[in-house]
């Protein structure tokens, strides 16, 4: 097995440019490692992957410095407030996408900007804290943009699977069961009481959102709060899915440079039976009910064209109440979970997300 290689590294803050990386399976098993595990010790890593410490950090390093994978934390509502996760599709005049979709890309609601190529030009992910904000977004920020022809907007109604719980197949189960983590949101115990987030949880959020494997030491240099203090707040808003950590990796470089979104249909009194079906097959980074035409969004990540027609041959063969109106394949990726990525998916620079703040910038 051959190590990463990283040529031609420029790294300034956040921003990485001019960078070539080989990734091979060591690579992938730390990606997959993390994504149980975001904050894991290296100590632990490195014993599950057979590897030093040391060596764990250092392939680490290279990875998120290239911009191939990061690890990242945002806030979100309480899991019963999750209908303020709304999905907007945006048709946008010609030739003012690309402005579009950067000038979004810096809003802290974003939280994912896809440029389609059906159905709209762009599909904005955003999260709000309640109903009155998604309005105020979609009227007084998306109807005031130039070149923004139409908003359509999707809100979330209930969750099957998330990108968070998405995995590489990179580890074998004993390393699996090494890594486990019962704290893991999704993991079918109930979160603890609602925790509010305050102004300055938020300060931490963003500082975690820019590193999410950022040290108590670092994080307290950043806040001004003491490690007990620290840990208590993180302690208090993980055990209430306030804030949740996630592993990313670029599509590309995870193997599966093909994403593609289903819009279809279910039966209402089916949703609750069929999602979860949905959300436990490999292929399904997202599995989410929401308004509209139709009621259930699918996204997946695949090696081809080919495998996005596989997949939905066999949902039709598994499903049968199960229809697919809209197939979308997206050109591009701008922006997910925080990060702007450049054309091959790998990310560049980090835009924190807030869903507290003021949905509309002040002129």
């Known amino acids: 097995m051959t190590g990463t290689e990283v040529t031609g590294t420029e790294v300034t803050g956040t921003e990485v440019t001019g960078t070539e990386v080989t990734v091979d399976e060591l690579d992938l098993a730390l990606v997959n490692a993390l994504q149980l595990r975001p904050r894991a010790p290296w100590s632990l890593l490195g014993q599950t992957l057979g590897i030093s410490p040391v060596t764990a950090a250092r392939r680490w390093r290279r990875l998120s410095e290239a911009g191939i994978a990061w690890v990242t934390a945002y806030g979100l509502p309480h899991p019963e407030d999750r209908g303020c996760v709304a999905y907007l599709d945006l048709d946008c005049a010609p030739g003012r996408i690309g402005r579009i979709a950067d000038e979004l890309a810096e809003d802290p609601h974003v939280m994912s900007i896809e440029h389609f190529s059906q159905g709209c030009d762009l599909v904005v992910t955003a999260a709000f804290t309640d109903l009155a904000a998604v309005s105020r977004y979609t009227a007084e920020r998306l109807g005031r943009l130039p070149g923004v022809d139409a908003v359509r907007v999707h809100l979330a109604t209930g969750f099957y699977a998330e990108g968070i719980r ?183 620079r980090a835009v924190p997300m807030d869903i507290w703040r003021d949905p509309v910038p002040a002129p």
């Not at 890594?179 to 603890?192: M, Q, R």
């Not at 209402?268 to 599995?287: F, K, N, S, Y």
């Not at 035409?293 to 080919?306: F, I, K």
């Open 166 to 348: 998405w995995r590489l197949d990179s580890l074998d189960p004993a390393q699996r069961v090494e890594l486990h983590d019962d704290h893991l949101a999704g993991n079918g115990k109930p979160f603890a009481a609602r925790a509010e987030v305050r102004q300055e949880d938020r300060e931490l959020l963003i500082r975690l959102g820019v590193d999410g494997r950022l040290d108590q030491a670092g994080l307290a240099a950043a806040t001004g709060l003491s490690p007990s203090t620290l840990r208590r707040r993180l302690d208090r808003l993980a055990a209430s899915d306030a804030i949740r950590f996630r592993c990313e990796i670029a599509a590309r470089d995870a193997g599966r440079p093909v994403l593609a979104t289903f819009r279809a249909d279910l039966p209402p009194d089916r949703l609750d039976e069929v999602g979860p079906q949905l959300a436990r097959l490999p292929e399904i980074r997202l599995c989410v009910s929401v308004t509209g035409t139709h009621n259930l969004v699918l996204s997946v990540w695949q090696r081809s064209l080919a495998d996005v027609q596989r997949l939905e041959t066999a949902l039709a063969r598994r499903f049968p109440d199960l229809r697919v109106a809209e197939r979308r394949v997206s050109l591009r990726t701008v922006k997910r979970m925080g990060r702007i990525l450049d054309a091959d998916g790998r990310a560049v």
